[in-house]
Structures are given as structure tokens and as C-alpha cells.
């Protein structure tokens, strides 16, 4: 359970938000019940804190999307919340978990390519993006497996999120004449990318701030060609089978 979950429990269990909601407008506008469930939550944890609101599909409980990712549910009165997973009993499919993979997918033709460092094995078919620290461990075992891949392109947004140095190994190495070079002596051979002048082009800024707008909270992030996420390492041997299901999905 996050911190911000537990924060708005401790807030709930201090205040009683009144009210009943109204049937959700069959137009699909904004109903008196998400809006009372959004004035209710917001009334104890902050405004804006609430991305969005609707029918969760089970019972007479609303989803609740929080602008840090967390997936809550609250009842139609907006008066009680409780937080995930939720189950469908009959199928016995964990309902959150199912939202939290949608919510999670992206349209990788809207990503800035050009602000990754790009890898070209064999030739280069299939497609695998992924978001990384230089001084992840995780990323560094990752670098070794993908030494071995076939056939495929290897987007790396690289974004500097551990260590105070992350930024500065970060810049070092897109500013180098052979980034890809640079960046494999460093995550696989732990030979330290050379320092480099000024080198404002970088854009280390902007990619974190990618990072932020699609809610990537570790490294290694990675994004397969159909949009699907996978949120820290996986062996290559898993992961090229994911690559190829993405490759086939796609098609």
C-alpha cells in the first residue's frame, strides 16, 4: 500500500464526509455521484489529487484514479473508501491489477525517440524501449543480457533519478561521440564515461520529465512495441519472449 493510500486512510479516519449520490447521467457528463466522491476525497487529502472518477463495474463502487497512479474505491455516498486489489470472485481476477496494466499502457509513436540512445542488434526488427539510471544495478544486469539479444532496436531513455552523479554520468554519455559504446563500457565493463564540456543538448531534463508524465517510478522501466509496460529487470529469456508476443500482438 503507498504512503499516499495510507495518508488518505489516516485522513478518513479523522473525517466523515457527508452526502448521497445521484444515477450517473446516462449522457455520460460528469454525475452528481463522481462528483461528490472527487469533493469527498479531495476534502481530506488536497485539490487536485483526484485525476479521475467512474463506475468501477462492481457493486455501487467508483474507481478512483489519484494523479500519483494509486487505484482506490470509494462507495456511491462518498462517504468510506478502501484501497485495492479488488476481486472479481467468480473469475477470480484481481480487477485492480487488470486496471493498473491499462492505465499503464502507452502509444510508443508518441514518444521522443530521438531523445534515447538507440541500439541496433541484427537487424534490428523488433523493438524494446526502456528508461534507466546509470548507476542501477538492475540496468547494468539488463545491459549485460541485451549484449545477446537478436534482431532487435534498443531505445534507452536515460534519466537520472538515483544518485547525485546519475545526471552527470548521464550527460557524459550523450554528449560522447559513440553514446552507445560509451554507455556499454559503463553499465557492462564499469569503465567511467569520460567527462565531457558543456553540453546543453542533452536532454536528461526532458526525459525525466517523460518519466514523470507516464508515472515511472524505478529503473528499468521497459515498454515493448505494443505499448505494454514492464516495470523492473526480467531475464533475457523472459524478456525476449515478451518482445516477440509484442512483435506478434502488434501485427
Known sequence: MSSTIKRV?????????????LAADPKGKVSAGEAQVRKGLENVTAPGSVESVRKAGYGNFYEV????????????????????????????QNVTQQRESELARINPADLPLSQALKQVRGNGKRTLITFEDPNCVYC??????LQNIKDATVYTFLIPILSPDSAEKGK?????????????DWMVDGKVPPTVGNCDSN????????????RIKGTPTMFLSDGNRIGGYVALTDLDKMINDAAGAKK
Open 9 to 21: 486512510l489516516l485522513a478518513f479516519a479523522c473525517v466523515a464526509v457527508a452526502g448521497h449520490a
Open 65 to 92: 484514479l489519484l494523479n500519483n497512479g494509486d487505484i482506490i474505491y470509494a462507495d456511491e455516498t462518498g462517504s468510506f473508501f478502501f484501497g485495492g486489489p479488488l476481486i472479481d470472485m467468480k473469475t477470480r
Open 140 to 145: 547494468k544486469r539488463l545491459a549485460k543480457d
Open 172 to 184: 557524459n554519455i550523450w554528449c560522447s561521440a559513440d553514446r552507445a559504446k560509451t554507455w556499454n
Open 203 to 214: 536532454p536528461l531534463q526532458k526525459n525525466s520529465e517523460l518519466a514523470q508524465k507516464l
